[in-house]
């Protein structure tokens, strides 16, 4: 094992760490960890994300239910456009992306180029959610009203994004249930884990018979990334994750537009 890997699933350790201690944005990790450290295709680095997503988030989300947080209710008007739409990119949409897309003078865009940068667009949004995040804790005696089409609306793009570019959504599922389904923030945040939990693994069993999986290598990097969810849930007897948010929130925006700079000087 070369050091590139040794960092490879040292970051799958920061990943959960991430997760376990801001409830979220570890994710958005995943994909420039596969890719550039440990050399995975693009295309099959969002469908390792996928299932690396959704086994972390099924554990936070298993807590939150043992704990009574989970609102099982907003959790199905959401999920079921959203499982729809990520099983079906990933099964129909991804593949049937060209391999080369256009040229710009000398320079061919080709689909992993063009994953990559979608990639890096969301990271630049999903850093700006969290820099600029200041919302404050809602009582628990917020009566939950549902805004049923704008529910689904969003559970649709947040289900065709997830499927293209391997990322949870959190940034976009959380804001869609507290303005939409007036959940309280911890309900939330809470509920957003079980539909990322279901919605990632379904769509990455749209990546099954497409993709040849190295389930060994998978299993291992994402019981690695469990480890550091268990650590960071340890880690926020000590440390404010609310704090720790905006300052992850930089280090994503400075990813994002790296990714953007490494794809476009190839």
Not at 65 to 75: E, S
Not at 169 to 180: D, E, K, N, S
Not at 197 to 217: H, M, P, Q, R, T
Request: aromatic content about 12%; glycine content about 10%.
């Amino acid at each position: 094992m070369d050091i590139q890997q040794i960092f490879g699933y040292f970051g799958a350790l920061i990943i959960g760490i991430v997760l376990g201690l801001i409830g979220g944005g570890g994710s958005i990790l995943t994909v420039p960890i596969l890719v550039y450290l440990l050399f995975i295709n693009p295309v099959t680095a969002t469908a390792y994300s996928l299932f690396v997503v959704g086994v972390s988030a099924l554990v936070g989300a298993i807590r939150n239910i043992q704990k009574g947080l989970v609102d099982f209710r907003t959790a199905i008007v959401f999920a079921i456009p959203a499982f729809i739409a990520v099983y079906a990119t990933r099964k129909f949409l991804v593949p049937a992306i060209p391999e080369e897309l256009f040229s710009v003078g000398s320079f061919l865009v080709t689909k992993n180029i063009a994953i990559m940068l979608f990639f890096a667009l969301v990271m630049l949004v999903a850093s700006i959610s969290m820099i600029r995040s200041n919302r404050k804790e809602s009582g628990e005696e917020t009566i939950i009203q549902y805004n049923y089409p704008l529910i689904i609306v969003e559970g649709f793009v947040v289900g065709i994004l997830t499927g293209i570019v391997g990322a949870g959504g959190g940034f976009l599922i959380i804001p869609a249930l507290v303005l939409l389904a007036k959940l309280p923030m911890k309900k939330a945040v809470a509920t957003s884990l079980l539909i990322i939990a279901i919605k990632s693994l379904i769509g990455f069993i749209g990546d099954v018979e497409n993709l040849e999986i190295d389930w060994l290598f998978l299993l291992s990097f994402t019981a690695i990334s469990v480890i550091g969810i268990f650590i960071g849930i340890y880690l926020t007897n000590f440390i404010d994750g609310k704090k720790l948010k905006k300052g992850f929130g930089w280090f994503v925006l400075i990813m994002g537009i790296y990714i953007i700079i490494k794809e476009l000087t190839k």
